[in-house]
């Protein structure tokens, strides 16, 4: 019975550090085609690539002609995330680890997830729209969920032997991406880059958990 268990108990963390290498290659993938697909529109909307491109991008690719590839990219890759969330509080902590790190990454995947709601357009008449503002609310989650749970993994990894070395590449994550995140312009990419690099290489440390 136990070694069942131990069987299947693998196998979902086999399965969720698949999920978590495929999110990340998914959703980058997705992000640099539309955009390049979308660049005119994007400009015409009030996107500036280079000064501000948070104002704009990536939420504002949802609202052109490929719009609905983002949009299935936001709500695909959030699933993928939850469930790799789900493997990596299997696969970390072995003395009853506190849940909250892998539980705020499931956080993180469910607001990247309801960021599939179409946003507002930045240069609009009337008031706001539902689905816009849970798009909204959902990118901040999001944001503060995937940094917290950074961090506490952090924690968390350093009470783990077969974790300790990627705990040091988690805490040089964290302090990055919020440093990238308060700097302006360009410094926003790095801010995504950093997060999806850490998403991807925390799962293929988790692939090769023994």
Request: hydrophobic content about 55%.
């Amino acid at each position: 019975m136990l070694v069942c268990i131990e069987t299947k108990r693998r196998l979902i963390i086999k399965v969720a550090a698949l999920a978590g290498m495929l999110g990340p290659i998914l959703f980058g993938t997705v992000l640099l085609g539309v955009t390049a697909l979308e660049y005119d529109f994007m400009l015409g909307i009030g996107w500036h690539p280079l000064t501000d491109p948070a104002d704009a991008w990536p939420s504002g690719l949802a609202l052109g002609s490929y719009g609905s590839l983002q949009i299935t990219s936001f709500v695909v890759s959030g699933i993928l995330l939850m469930l790799f969330a789900f493997g990596l509080h299997l696969g970390t902590g072995k003395e009853r680890p506190s849940s909250i790190g892998p539980g705020l990454l499931f956080v993180a995947g469910m607001a990247m997830a309801l960021m599939g709601f179409e946003t507002d357009p930045i240069q609009r008449e009337g008031r706001r729209t539902l689905h816009g503002l849970i798009h909204d609310l959902a990118f901040v989650l999001f944001i503060v969920a995937l940094l917290g749970a950074v961090f506490l993994l952090w924690r968390r990894f350093t009470m783990d032997p077969r974790w300790r070395r990627h705990a040091r590449y988690t805490l040089v994550t964290g302090i990055l991406a919020i440093t990238f995140l308060l700097l302006p312009g360009v410094a926003y990419y790095l801010f995504i880059l950093t997060l999806l690099a850490w998403i991807e290489l925390t799962a293929i440390r988790l692939q090769h958990i023994p």
